[in-house]
């Protein structure tokens, strides 16, 4: 009926090692948009573990709903914030299971929102599985789904007590598949971002991408994915922009920016730099035309493409072609921009002098830079960057 998809740090691991949640869920993420639903799950659905960081990133919801069921780890802490997210994502088509549910009342308000309660019935006695199982059957009219099945014994056991779906070593063992893609870089994403979010022509859009061949072949599997419903396939990047939009694009590369690089702390320097630009454009816009207020977007997303690329600033900008001022706050500090930069980098750091001075050279009060902060963070919480 499915295949649960899991995250493994190397095709050797047997087991997970994660040491952080959220990415272990976008990379299980991209890697099905990438390896394409159909030829993965070939008709099957997806059963995907979520903990509470990835539950509420936009990601999720680039995954075609009627192919996957999100499963809820023991982990997160019911809260109403998850009951209102759940609903919501609910409305859009999306399903939910219980993952290893144990019958507390906390848990309680979840069961009429899900689909499926898996049992780890390799936990204790059969004599208490079977209590479980009727307790369950008392509090909930979904499906039941037995987890960690190792004999026939047990199968038989479950099967008798009404349970629906089984999982475990005595019917299969898992497949590691390693995802052989090249990854796109993430100066090019970091550009397409960038053109996207001015709203470019989009035969320009399109000539970045058909640069690029991994992100073409990921956006041709994207788009053809069971996601949109297409009567016929895409096979041009030209129709393929055509279909996903604008918002969608973005979207899409931000999750490529997350998952570009193999460096645990990526997700946390692309929330920041998406930040800085963010701000320093906001901080821009009472006093500078659009074109400075892009300028100055692309200032502060660039200020950490050396820790993003692991590369110099400078050999960056060799092969990066950015504005004169951008280039000189960026490599020297110094320009019409160099202040925004400098402001926003002592806001982080919570540099009060060097807030106060950088302020006072843009003529900009401390309730216009809190605004911006508050505004920047809500924006990128909204991209899922972290």
């Known amino acids: 009926m499915a295949y649960e998809l899991l995250f493994r740090q190397t095709e050797s691991c047997r087991s997970a090692d994660i040491q952080n949640p959220l990415q272990a869920g976008v990379e299980v993420i991209s890697n099905t948009l990438c390896l394409g639903t159909d030829w993965l799950l070939q008709g099957s659905q997806a059963f995907i573990n979520l903990d509470e960081s990835t539950l509420m990133c936009d990601f999720i919801t680039l995954l075609p709903p009627q192919h996957v069921v999100f499963e809820i780890l023991e982990t997160v802490k019911v809260s109403p914030v998850l009951v209102a997210r759940i609903q919501e994502l609910r409305q859009h ?8 549910f144990v019958c507390l009342p906390e848990y309680q308000p979840l069961m009429p929102l899900v689909d499926y309660i898996k049992l780890d019935v390799l936990e204790q006695p059969p004599a208490k599985t079977v ?28 099967k008798g007590e009404g349970v629906e779906y089984f999982q475990g070593y005595y019917f299969a063992h898992p ?4 995802n052989k893609t090249i990854k796109p870089t993430q100066l090019t994403v970091l550009a397409l971002m960038n053109q996207v979010r001015a709203c470019e022509d989009l035969k320009q859009i399109e000539e970045s991408l058909r640069r690029d061949a991994a992100l073409t072949i990921r956006l041709l ?27 969608s694009l973005y979207r899409w590369l931000s999750l ?31 006093q500078h035309n659009l074109q400075i207020q892009d300028e100055l977007f692309i200032t502060g997303m660039f200020s950490l493409l050396d820790a993003l690329l692991d590369a110099p600033m400078a050999t960056i900008l060799e092969r990066t072609p950015v504005p004169g ?10 320009g019409p921009y160099a202040p925004y930069l400098n402001l926003v980098e002592s806001c982080e750091n919570q540099n009060f002098a060097g807030i106060e001075r950088s302020a006072n050279i843009l003529g900009l009060d401390p309730a216009e830079i809190n605004a911006a902060q508050l505004q920047a963070l809500a924006w990128a919480d909204g991209l899922a960057l972290a």
């Open 93 to 100: 088509g999306y399903r939910f299971a219980l993952d290893d």
């Open 131 to 158: 209590e479980i199982i009727r307790h369950v059957r008392t509090l909930f009219s979904g499906k039941l789904l037995a987890e960690k099945v190792e004999s026939r014994e047990m199968f038989e056991l479950c």
């Open 175 to 178: 497949e590691n598949i390693a």
């Open 221 to 247: 599997r994207f788009v053809n994915s069971a996601s949109f419903s297409l009567a016929h396939q895409v096979h041009s990047v030209r129709q393929a922009l055509t279909v996903i939009g604008l918002q």
């Open 256 to 286: 490529l920016l997350v998952t570009a690089s193999e460096q645990a702390t990526m997700p946390l320097l692309a929330r920041t730099a998406a930040c800085r630009g963010r701000i320093c454009e906001l901080l821009a816009s009472r």
């Open 325 to 334: 001022p951008v280039a000189e706050a960026l490599l020297h500090r110094r």
